[in-house]
């Protein structure tokens, strides 16, 4: 109950397209999910994050599309660069306990 | 300049040897991690602290050890005991704010073992 699924495992989008990327949960007390971008060699780091209170959550090229009922939560890349190819993990957790339950990460390749 | 500090980048151990990976964060964040990451894999967490002078096992704290005598450091020890040690580990750190759960990361510490 304390996992997050995501997929797939890896994505190839052309230049421009929309890059997506699923998770799911099943712990229907997460109230935070985060997304982290991980470039070869670096450490992850925050992208966007959204609660439950919200359907979807914007921040430039980059959108949380959050369905509560479902219990999942996707990223979408608008626009997609070569630059955005990355490593994406989707995380979880709740207020009350500070570990992210982390996804297992998407290898994202955006082909120029 | 706010930030996470690893080190070494890269570190070399024959087996048999213990090693121990330095995290310094001057973010004044009161929680502190430590993950391994081995290669197209996720993060898994060894352990985690909390408040100086506790620290809790994560996921795979076996072959292991930390400490957190001050705030700002929480130095991963990796034992002989560790079977399989080559990988990625990363340290991150928090604030136990109600709500605000971003974690901060280190660029990692990339340990083979030789």
């Known amino acids: 109950q304390q996992q997050v699924k995501q997929s797939p495992q890896s994505l190839i989008v052309q230049k421009g397209g929309i890059s997506i990327i699923n998770c799911a949960y099943e712990n229907t007390a997460f109230d935070y999910f985060p997304w982290y971008q991980q470039f070869p060699g670096k450490g992850p780091a925050l992208l966007i994050a959204?609660?439950?209170d919200v359907s979807e959550k914007k921040e430039g090229r980059f959108t949380i599309s959050f369905n509560k009922s479902a219990k999942q939560f996707s990223l979408h890349i608008m626009d997609s660069q070569p630059g955005d190819s990355a490593t994406y993990f989707c995380a979880a957790s709740t207020t009350s306990n500070y570990q992210l339950i982390w996804g297992a990460g998407t290898k994202l390749i955006i082909k120029p | 300049d706010g930030g996470i500090t690893q080190s070494p980048k890269y570190l070399f151990r024959k087996e048999g040897q213990n090693v121990t990976l330095s995290c310094e964060q001057n973010l004044n964040h009161d929680a502190m991690y430590w993950y391994r990451q081995d290669p197209g894999q996720g993060l898994r967490l060894i352990y985690y602290s909390q408040i100086v002078n506790d620290f809790q096992k994560g996921d795979i704290a076996e072959g292991y050890s930390v400490s957190r005598e001050k705030k700002e450091s929480f130095p991963l020890t990796v034992t002989s005991a560790q079977k399989n040690p080559t990988a990625f580990y990363l340290c991150a750190s928090s604030m136990l704010d109600r709500g605000l759960n971003e974690q901060f990361f280190g660029p990692g510490t990339r340990l083979t073992v030789l």
């Open positions: 959204i609660r439950p």
